[in-house]
């Protein structure tokens, strides 16, 4: 679905919220929080509100987001319970071929180790970063980029 922006602002809050809540993972209250910002001036305008209320969160709430978050490789996959947007973009990745069997044999990506002996405040911030990236890309697929109010 792509919508315009001027589509997106006239969206009752249910709507808005049904078909912007899961721009990050599992995180429906985000969206929830900026519609009261509508109306917004274009899709970077509406990204800029999401980006601005997950950095104004406490870190609680930060890392609350990040459990949210798939285990991309991992129990989550295997399952089958990833969401339709999850299981796209890990299709999409080269993710959804990996195997019990090749995550038996370690890490899925280089640099896990590494990034296992990094602080923590600095892996929750850069695991943000990376939900950041997922919500432009999600948000790009539902609202067309090259429109303004």
């Known amino acids: ?9 006239a969206l ?3 709507d808005f919220v049904d078909i912007l809540g899961n721009v990050v993972e599992k995180c429906p209250m985000i969206t929830a929080a900026v519609w009261s910002g509508r109306p917004f001036l274009s899709l ?31 129990r989550d996959l295997q399952s089958g319970s990833l969401t339709r947007e999850s299981h796209e973009e890990q299709a999409g990745s080269g993710m959804g071929a990996l195997n019990s069997g090749s ?4 890490p ?3 640099g896990v180790q590494g ?33 303004r109010l």
């Open 1 to 9: 679905m792509n919508m315009d922006i001027a589509t997106v602002n």
């Open 12 to 14: 009752p809050y249910e």
């Open 44 to 74: 970077a305008a509406l990204e800029a509100a999401i980006r601005e209320f997950i950095d104004a969160l406490p870190e609680s709430g930060k890392e609350g987001i990040l459990r949210c978050h798939p285990d991309l490789a991992g």
């Open 103 to 106: 995550l038996a044999h370690g």
């Open 108 to 110: 899925a990506q280089p």
């Open 115 to 147: 990034a296992l002996r990094n602080e923590r405040a600095v892996e929750r911030a850069r695991g943000i970063e990376e939900v950041k990236k997922i919500c432009h890309l999600r948000l790009q697929s539902l609202v067309l980029t090259d429109n």
